[in-house]
Every structure is written in C-alpha cells, then in structure tokens.
C-alpha cells in the first residue's frame, strides 16, 4: 500500500491523525463520566491497529523480495525489516507483563493520577507520530527539508512528553516508588516506557544529523524508516499504557 504521490501520501497522514484524534477525545470523555472498559478497550485496539498499519507499515513485511540480490540494498532492507519486527515483538512481551501485572495488583483501581495531564502528554505523543509519519514520507519522496522539520518537531515533542511524564508527573503524584503495589506499577510502567522513548529520541537525533549531512536519499534510507517504526512502536505501548493507568478503573 505505497503511495507514489507526495501530496496523497501527505493527506493519508493528516486524515490518520484526525481519526486517531476523534478516538482519543471520546476515550477521554467516556471514562470520566460513563466508565465502559470494554469501549475502551476497543478504542486502544482500533488507535493501535490505525497506527500499525498506516504509520508502521506492518504490510511492508508482505513485500517479497524475489529474485533480488542478497547483495542489493532491496534485499538488506527487508531483511532488517522483518529483524526490527521480530525485536519489536519480543520487546511488546516486556510491556504486556507489565500490563498484565497492573491489573494483578491492582485490579479494577487504579493510581491517583492527574488525568487532564495524562491527555495532554498522550496528545503529545500522538502529534509526534504525525509528525514522524511526516518525516519518512517527505524522505520517501525526496523532500529533504520537510523530513528534516519533521523529525526535529518529533524530537522536541519527544522531550516534552518525557519533561511531562517524568518532570511533572513523577514529582506530583501523591505516592512515590515504595507506596505500595500503585507506586510499583506506576513508576515501573512510566520508567520502562519513559526509557524507550529517551532512546527514540537519540534514535531521532542521529537521523536528523545524517539528515544534515545529506546521507540518505529516495533509494536508501533505511535508518529513517527504522527510526520511524520505533518511534510508533512506543506510541503504540501508551495506546495501552494511558487508559491503563489513566482511565480505566476507581481512584485507590
């Protein structure tokens, strides 16, 4: 499902967020006033599956490289493509016990979490895909300056997530590291995710310095798209994450 033009390729981008906007608000709404978890649980799966498809490119791991020469970048690139997968996978299992140990712990409550805080670095977060998203398509077709832009507002909006999550939120809460089975699961989940995303950001910075230096073209550039994948990947993990410790469940 490879767009050849630029501008369509742009548009899918732009129509991806608005519906991926549209879930969110509603998400939001629903758990405060009409609590539903199987609704939300639906609108996790349905972000997730938006954000694999058109902004990970889960489809690219059909794209058979017959006949290609094992020495051609063609055939590298898919080889590295199905290993990036394969590491997202075994990675997704690190994030799903952790998952699978907040509702162990805690059940149907979850932390006393500031909620309008949690949209916002969650909104924060979805931006930075669109942006990411932006970026590779802009490389795909050559627009060196809109990939460079794009990854730069990804990296910036990257920081301010992690000044949110781990500046505001961590100081705020009303519980610390040792408070319990809360202050476990809370800071756990935050930490490990916080990690991934501190790592996606110095992913993001060394694209963009390649970038600077002219070193990836419309044939070769694979680092960006790899980049792109991660990047997309650890949004996809607070799809999970946000209504798990925001929204799902009575305060404790």
Do not use: C
């Amino acid at each position: 499902m490879e767009h050849k033009d630029k501008q369509h390729a742009f548009q899918l981008g732009v129509s991806i967020f608005i519906v991926l906007a549209f879930l969110t608000a509603p998400e939001f709404l629903l758990a405060v006033n009409f609590p539903s978890v199987p609704l939300l649980v639906l609108i996790a799966l349905a972000k997730a599956a938006l954000i694999g498809y058109y902004y990970m490119h889960i489809y690219r791991l059909k794209q058979a490289e017959e006949g290609e020469d094992r020495a051609s970048y063609a055939y590298k690139t898919g080889t590295a493509r199905l290993g990036l997968w394969l590491f997202l996978l075994s990675d997704s299992f690190v994030f799903g016990g952790l998952l699978v140990t907040r509702f162990s712990l805690l059940a149907m409550n979850r932390p006393e979490l500031n909620q309008a805080l949690g949209l916002a670095v969650t909104s924060v977060l979805l931006i930075s895909s669109f942006f990411m998203n932006r970026a590779e398509t802009a490389m795909q077709h050559g627009d060196r300056k809109n990939f460079l832009s794009g990854t730069l507002v990804t990296i910036v909006l990257g920081v301010a997530f992690l000044l949110g999550v781990v500046g505001v939120e961590w100081r705020t809460a009303p519980f610390g590291p040792g408070d319990g089975a809360q202050g476990a699961v809370f800071y756990m989940m935050t930490g490990m995710h916080a990690f991934h995303v501190l790592t996606g950001v110095l992913f993001l910075l060394v694209i963009f310095r390649n970038g600077l230096r002219n070193r990836y073209t419309v044939e070769k550039h694979w680092a960006v798209e790899a980049a792109a994948v991660y990047w997309h990947f650890v949004d996809v993990v607070w799809v999970f994450f946000y209504p798990a410790l925001y929204l799902i469940g009575s305060v404790l």
